[in-house]
């Protein structure tokens, strides 16, 4: 079992930063565990936001989010985090982290989920 706990989210104006962390506890955080961010805005579906498998070059992006977000791993921490920078309103979202052995996953085929954390951006 893998458990995964979300923080860092909060209220923030458009053009700002945020920094979330997920914790991790459990199975071997270090092994060949790919650990994702995804987010979902109220009315619409989960998305996949950002990625990162346990070689920490491979990382993948959503599109909307290429060059203003940042996913980056401390094994050594069992952390996992997202640097959001360049906050627009339309990332208001709850994000949720996301682990699965193997490789990365653009889909929700994860069998670890965290709790959430509420980010908002006003305009």
């Known amino acids: 079992q893998v458990q995964l706990v979300e923080s860092g989210g909060g209220l923030v104006q458009a053009g700002g930063s945020l920094r979330l962390s997920c914790a991790a506890s459990?199975?071997?955080?270090?092994?060949?565990?790919?650990m994702a961010w995804f987010r979902q805005a109220p009315g619409k579906e989960r998305e996949f936001v950002a990625g990162?498998?346990?070689?920490?070059?491979?990382?993948n992006y959503a599109d909307f989010v290429k060059g203003r977000f940042a996913v980056s791993r401390d094994n050594a921490k069992n952390t996992v985090y997202l640097q959001m920078n360049s906050l627009k309103p339309e990332d208001t979202a709850v994000y949720y982290c996301?682990?699965?052995?193997?490789?990365?996953?653009?889909?929700?085929?994860?069998?670890?989920w965290g709790q959430g954390t509420q980010v908002t951006v006003s305009s």
């Open positions: 996301a682990s699965r052995p193997g490789s990365i996953a653009t889909t929700s085929d994860y069998g670890y």
């Open positions: 459990g199975r071997t955080f270090s092994g060949l565990y790919a």
């Open positions: 990162i498998g346990w070689i920490r070059t491979n990382i």
